[in-house]
């Protein structure tokens, strides 16, 4: 059964950090991309941050300079470390295969809610 679990989120001021983790299982983590994506009420899901089996990242223009993804093959865990937040990142983050396991309309894991405010 493939999941994600998400954690780390949580409340922070404007300027402030978060490290995001997420938990895979069910499927050979070593071998495919993944992705962190992010979504707020009333909008579609993005993809902010995705990292290949190499290695090789990419990001959001949005995030770009800010955020930073990594991963733990052996741990089969992927990372979001959040600098300089702004209150736009405010967002529920979700972490998958980057392009989705299951696509957009499959599932998901819970996500962990980033709330950025004075």
């Known amino acids: 059964q493939v999941q994600f679990v998400e954690s780390g989120g949580g409340s922070t001021q404007p300027g402030g950090s978060l490290r995001l983790s997420c938990e895979c299982s069910?499927?050979?983590?070593?071998?495919?991309?993944m992705g962190w994506y992010r979504q707020v009420p009333g909008k579609r899901r993005e993809l902010v941050a995705s990292i290949t089996s190499e290695r090789i990242t990419s990001y959001a223009d949005s995030v770009k300079g800010r955020f930073t993804i990594s991963r733990d093959n052996p741990k089969e865990t992927v990372y979001l470390q959040m600098t300089s937040l702004l209150p736009e990142d405010t967002a529920v983050y979700y972490c998958?295969?980057?392009?989705?396991?299951?696509?957009?309309?499959?599932?998901w894991g819970q996500g962990t809610q980033v709330t950025v405010s004075s």
């Open positions: 998958n295969t980057d392009p989705p396991f299951w696509g957009e309309k499959g599932d």
């Open positions: 069910g499927f050979v983590f070593e071998i495919l991309a």
